[in-house]
Structure formats: C-alpha cells, structure tokens
C-alpha cells in the first residue's frame, strides 16, 4: 500500500536544490533516549511548488533526522527508452542532496509492483501491455534499483514492498515474478556495493492477519526464506483499519514478528488517520495517541527508523494525484498537519518524541 503518488518528489525534484528552506536541528529534550531516526517523504497536500516548500522548511531538519525517498519504478520513462542514469539524476539526486544538505540519512525504498493494488500488475505496465514477469522488464527494474544505489549512495536501500501482501492478494506468477527480480536486484547492487543495507518492507495488519477477513497470525516467515538479502526489515502499518484504539495494538506488535531475530527493523510507511474513514472511525485525539503508542512499539524492537511517509494530508478530488477518490480517502489524512499545513496534535507528540536524545 505505498502511497508513492502522494509525495510529488517526481515532478518537483528537480527544482528542490535550488531551495533555501530547512532550520537547524532541534537541541535534544528530556526523555528517554530513542533508537531511531526520525523523518518523512516530499509531499504536499496539492501540486504547488510554494507548498512542497513550505512543507519542506517545517520538516528538514527541525523534526526529523531521516529523510525517505519511496516510490514505484518509473516505467512510463523505463519503457520509453530513457536513460537510467540520467532519469535518476534528474528526478531523485537533487533531492537526495537537499536531504544530504540538511544531515539528513537517507533510505531508498523502490516498488516493482502496484502499491495501490497488491493483487495487480503496476498500471504503467499495464498501460503498455507489458509484465513485471517478462525478463526484459525485470532486466530494467534491476539496472534502475542498482542506479539508485550507485548515484544517490542511501544507507538503506529496499527493493520490494509489502511482499507478504503480495503473496497474499496477487496470483502466483505474479509473486513468483516479484521474488525473483527483488532478489536478482539485490544480488546486482551487492555485486557493486558492498556497504549498503539491502532491505524489502512487509505490511504488518496482514501478518498479524487483521487485514480483511479475519485470519490467524501468519508472521512473516516466508518473508525472510524469500528474501534472504534481508539485512533491514521494513514495516508498513496502518493499525486503525484493524484496531479500534492506539492502546490495543499488542505490546509485541512488531518484535513478534522477528520471531527471535535481532534484524533491525525500521518503519517504512504508514500512520493513524485523524478523521473517520468509511467504517474505521478516528479523529485527532486518537492520531495523538497513535504517536505514543508508536514511539513505545519501537522500542522493543531498536527500530533505527520511523518514516510517517506522509507529513501533510492529502486532498482528496476526483482525478487527483492520477488516484480514485475512493481508493485514496481512506489515507489522505495520516499527516501531521492539514491541507493548510496547520499542526494537528499528532505533531506536538511527534516534536515531544523527536527532542530526545537519540542513541
């Protein structure tokens, strides 16, 4: 379920450098020490440059120490003929640089799939009648994964999201396919990068089997027999379509899932909503809380990362973001400020959170 046509980093990064915004960081505060870095994703609740900005210059640095660039694989430029080194330093190394610019570290998380349909094939390949299961498209989603290594050098870098939501909800082949070129990516960027963490991202409410029809717990096992270049864990998480309240999350919901590994863990999308959706009621107070409840669940399992993904909410309108309203709505307001940049409670919580010293 990543939210890549949220965060608008495609169309405006190449314009990001020439940016003067971000702060100093902020002086560490009582608390605690936390184990994780703290950040967000480019985004804007609408496409305007002054906004992206201005989202920028409230994050970069005064609330954050991490920063992610997450997305699907470009395949409209892929299948097009452009070149892919040039595609990334276009569109991602500028951005890459500002993040670097503010002391930002920097994780890279890259989707071969469709991450509004984990049963289905990317709609850019649909669209050209072409299939991840196809040799020469896995070929170009190996060769861009490892240029994103090589030209934006993050310290973490994922090559497949969400895998066990994928074995569940696509067909076979489909799976079969996403494994495969996930660990032929994988092996392609070690081949020249010796130092990177390689990392793919599980959705958690569906190993714990609270996503759609009640299931028993199922962990991820598969996941890490699969994936065996797993070096960092990715989480995605988005408990208030399964839980009724922050507080009912389970104390090992995430360390249960490592199953006695100490394999660092970090979360890689996801957050509460602050207004009702469809059959999930929430609002603000039980976003705030969210924020507590995190900040402990991580602890349990040293995560070193926490992306919120999305810092602004998103607005929500017919053809918006190339996303049904339907499809979007229920994620358009994980944010910590609103579609006027205006803080929610949450942000107090997370600012609280960030000011301890981190370890």
Not at 187 to 212: I, M, Y
Request: glycine share 8%.
């Amino acid at each position: 379920m990543n939210r890549t046509r949220m965060l608008l980093a495609l169309a405006l990064a190449s314009l990001l450098a020439l940016s003067g915004c971000g702060k100093s960081s902020t002086s560490p505060g009582n608390g605690a020490p936390r184990s994780y870095r703290m950040g967000f994703a480019a985004g804007a609740p609408r496409f305007e440059l002054n906004l992206l900005f201005e989202a920028l210059d409230q994050w970069m640095g005064t609330r954050s120490d991490a920063a992610l660039i997450s997305q699907e694989a470009p395949w409209d430029s892929l299948l097009t003929g452009v070149a892919i080194d040039s595609l990334v330093m276009r569109q991602q190394l500028p951005l890459a640089q500002l993040y670097r610019s503010k002391g930002l570290d920097l994780w890279v998380f890259l989707d071969p799939a469709n991450g509004f349909n984990r049963g289905g094939e990317n709609l850019a390949l649909l669209a050209h009648g072409r299939s991840i299961t196809e040799p020469e498209i896995q070929r170009m989603y190996r060769d861009y994964v490892v240029a994103c290594d090589t030209i934006l050098r993050p310290s973490v870098l994922g090559v497949a999201l969400e895998t066990n939501l994928i074995r569940i909800a696509a067909p076979a082949p489909l799976y079969a396919a996403i494994k495969q070129v996930a660990n032929d990516a994988a092996a392609d960027v070690r081949a020249v990068d010796p130092t990177v963490k390689l990392g793919s991202s599980v959705q958690v409410e569906t190993a714990w089997g609270v996503l759609g029809p009640p299931r028993p717990y199922e962990g991820i096992e598969t996941d890490f027999i699969d994936f065996p270049y797993l070096q960092v864990l990715g989480l995605s998480s988005y408990p208030y379509f399964s839980w009724g309240t922050p507080e009912a999350l389970p104390p090992d919901y995430y360390s249960r899932l490592l199953n006695g590994r100490t394999m660092p863990v970090g979360i890689t999308e996801g957050g509460w909503t602050s207004e009702t959706v469809a059959a999930f009621p929430s609002s603000p107070e039980l976003q705030r809380r969210y924020i507590v409840r995190q900040s402990q669940l991580l602890e349990t399992v040293n995560a070193q990362a926490w992306f919120q993904l999305t810092y602004t909410d998103i607005e929500v309108f017919a053809g918006g973001l190339g996303v049904p309203p339907a499809t979007l709505a229920p994620f358009a307001r994980t944010g910590l400020v609103d579609t006027t940049l205006a803080g929610k409670p949450a942000r107090t919580e997370w600012d609280a959170v960030f000011a301890r010293p981190r370890r």
